[in-house]
Each structure stands twice: as structure tokens, then as C-alpha cells.
């Protein structure tokens, strides 16, 4: 055992010092453990037992709360994987140009519980349907400059997009839109999801699932989009 030699004017730095290099001290003298009181944020001072037990009944209550939130994140990332697989397999199934576009606006809407959708083509098809959340810019990117930079990257765009974004994406529900994102679909469009929540999309946020999308539209769309 180590002793703790004793000499006059022995300071409470002295102390604290001796026992943080001696953590296992208070193993060879439990009584002293017991009667050690240790100040409290609120109430009276309590044991080094009492305080311990708590201390430990606190980390236990923290761990609990961070499991509870990693199964909640499982369990949502399974429910969206499930749902672009489930869009992928309708985009194999589709018949044309305009069904996919269709199918991706529909799955969208529907299973991802967006808002606003928009679809952006570089190339204008018979097949294609008369709809709002469609945009056909045969001339692709030379028309819409205020994209070259987001197409030139071809990184998903999350947050608040500019407003002349938003304006030539969402025209007259721009001002609805509060968060926003902006997928490319390959070098044939690109893809935009718009939100009246302004903390559903944000820079921070993850993108693994929306790249999924995005290269699942993508390939769908290629087969029988293709830019001149």
C-alpha cells in the first residue's frame, strides 16, 4: 500500500494532487470512502458512494437515450432504403420517356412525402406529358447559366437554394418553397425536390440516400433521353 506521508502544513492542493496520481486510495480506506462528502449543483452534499451511484445512473440514463436514438436512425434509414429500392423497381418496369418521369414524380410525392417536385430535361420528346413539375429546356445548360456551376460539380444541392433557382425551378410556388434539393440526372436534367418546412433539407444533412435517387433517375431516364 502507499502511505501518504504526513508533514506540517500539509495543503488541499497537496491533497487533490497526491490523490489524483493514487486514484485506487480510497480501495484501502472504504470508510473514509463512505464518509466523504461531495458538493452537489443542487441540494446538500451527498456520499462519494451516493454520488458515484448517481453519476453512474446518469451515464446508464445518457447511454439508453443514445441507443433509443441509433435504432430510431436504423430504423429510418431501413424505411429508406426500402423506398428507393421499391423506386428503382418501378423504374425498371416503366414503358417510356414520359411514364419514368412520371413514375419518379409519383414515387416522390407519394412514398417520400414531398411537397414540391420538379423535373428538368435537356431534351424535349412527344412521349413526354403536359404537366407542371415538368421543365423542357431543349437547349440544356446554355439556356439556364445559373445552373452551369451545380451541373459542372455534380454534387446534390441541399438548403436554400438562390432565388433565381428557385424562381426558374418552382416559378410562381417559389415563394412556398422554405428548403430545397437539387439532384443531377446525369447530363440529361436534373432533379429538384422543394419543402414548405425550412429544416427538412439543409447543407449538413446526409446525402447517401439522395445519390441512390439520383443515380437510379439517372440511369431510368437515360435510356431514352439523350442530349445532341
Known amino acids: 500500500m502507499t502511505e501518504l506521508s504526513v508533514k506540517e502544513g500539509l495543503t488541499a492542493m497537496e491533497v487533490a494532487s497526491y490523490l489524483r496520481r493514487h486514484p485506487d486510495f480510497l480501495k484501502e480506506f472504504p470508510d473514509l470512502a463512505l464518509t466523504l462528502l461531495l458538493p452537489r449543483e443542487q441540494g446538500p452534499a451527498a ?9 453512474l445512473r446518469d451515464k446508464n440514463a445518457e447511454f439508453s437515450r443514445r441507443l433509443r436514438e441509433l435504432i430510431e436512425i436504423a430504423h429510418e434509414n431501413e424505411t429508406l432504403m426500402v423506398r428507393v429500392h421499391t423506386l428503382t423497381l418501378a423504374l425498371m418496369r416503366a414503358t417510356g420517356l414520359g411514364d419514368t418521369v412520371s413514375r419518379v414524380v409519383a414515387s416522390l410525392t407519394e412514398d417520400f412525402n414531398t411537397d ?8 424535349a420528346d412527344p412521349d413526354l406529358p403536359a404537366a407542371d413539375w415538368l421543365l423542357v429546356e ?22 436554400r437554394l438562390q432565388q433565381d433557382k428557385l424562381d426558374a425551378l418552382f416559378g410562381e410556388s417559389a415563394g412556398e418553397v422554405r428548403s430545397s434539393v437539387l439532384l443531377a440526372i446525369g ?12 429544416n427538412r433539407f439543409h447543407p449538413g444533412m446526409g446525402t447517401v ?4 435517387i439520383a443515380d437510379a433517375v439517372s440511369s431510368a431516364v437515360a435510356r431514352y433521353a439523350r442530349t445532341d
Open 187 to 198: 447530363e440529361v436534367g436534373m432533379l429538384a425536390i422543394g419543402s414548405l418546412d425550412a
Open 116 to 123: 414540391l417536385v420538379r423535373i428538368v430535361l435537356f431534351r
Open 209 to 212: 440516400f439522395l445519390r441512390l
Open 138 to 159: 431543349p437547349q440544356g445548360v446554355a439556356a439556364m447559366p445559373a445552373f452551369a456551376e451545380f451541373l459542372k460539380r455534380g454534387e446534390p444541392l441541399c438548403g
Open 47 to 55: 456520499s462519494l458512494a451516493s454520488y458515484q451511484l448517481e453519476a
